[in-house]
């Protein structure tokens, strides 16, 4: 089946750098992308779409100047975490509808921000 | 936000036995899903029954869906230990397109040998 690949699979960080998650659709076309983030031991939680072409829509309470969603191209989409602080350490997955019912996950990026 | 809420948060059994989730959401669905997580990895999709059926069968999994009572349930049968792992339910709203699959709580599963 269709592929959702991420990159990196893990980073750690120093406080206050920036890190770029990257989130791809490796054979289908993904005008549409979406974001989320676990916490240890909880679900995830949808932080943001990603359109491709136009500006991403964030989820209330997610700040869009923290986490810079880009959508470069119909199988890439990056996540942006800005001035990383040691409480955006958690579990980022990505995943791209390929059709209206058919969704795909990324294996997901672990960030620890030190 | 949450759309699901799933019981039990934790379950343990011994291996051979039923394993029995429900997952309880709150608005109109196009579809269910259910996946499962292995601890620290990636979503593995499961099974998607959509809002017209009933009940859907894939290999020892059982998935059932009550749209009058907003809710689902996910039935392993005959447990391994290989299933221990947390089961999330997600829904998919009814409004067209590509839509934004909500998770539910989670089910932590321990399959015990």
């Known amino acids: 089946g269709a592929v959702v690949s991420q990159h990196p699979s893990r980073v750690i960080c120093k406080s206050g750098t920036s890190v770029k998650i990257e989130c791809r659709s490796l054979?289908?076309?993904?005008?549409?992308m979406f974001w989320y983030r676990q916490f240890p031991k909880q679900s995830l939680m949808l932080m943001a779409t990603?359109?491709?072409?136009?500006?991403?829509?964030?989820e209330q309470g997610v700040e869009k100047d923290k986490f810079l969603i880009n959508h470069a191209s119909l199988t890439l989409s990056t996540l942006t975490v800005t001035s990383a602080h040691p409480e955006d350490s958690s579990f980022y997955i990505c995943?791209?509808?390929?059709?209206?019912?058919?969704?795909?996950f990324g294996p997901g990026t672990r960030l620890t921000v030190l | 936000s949450q759309q699901g809420e799933e019981d039990p948060q934790a379950l343990s059994i011994q291996e051979g036995e039923n394993a029995t989730m429900n997952c309880s959401y709150k608005t109109s669905i196009n579809n269910l899903q259910w996946y499962r997580q292995n601890s620290g990895r990636g979503l593995v999709h499961l099974i998607l029954i959509r809002s017209n059926e009933r009940e859907k069968h894939s290999g020892r999994l059982r998935v059932t869906l009550d749209t009058s009572k907003k809710s689902s349930s996910l039935l392993i049968t005959a447990s391994r230990a290989a299933d221990t792992a947390s089961y999330f339910c997600?829904?998919?709203?009814?409004?067209?397109?590509?839509?934004?699959?909500?998770f539910g709580t989670g089910t932590k599963l321990q399959v015990i040998p």
């Open positions: 995943s791209a509808p390929e059709d209206t019912d058919t969704q795909y």
């Open positions: 054979d289908f076309q993904a005008t549409t």
């Open positions: 990603s359109n491709e072409g136009s500006k991403a829509t964030y």
């Open positions: 997600a829904t998919v709203p009814n409004s067209g397109g590509y839509q934004k699959v909500t």
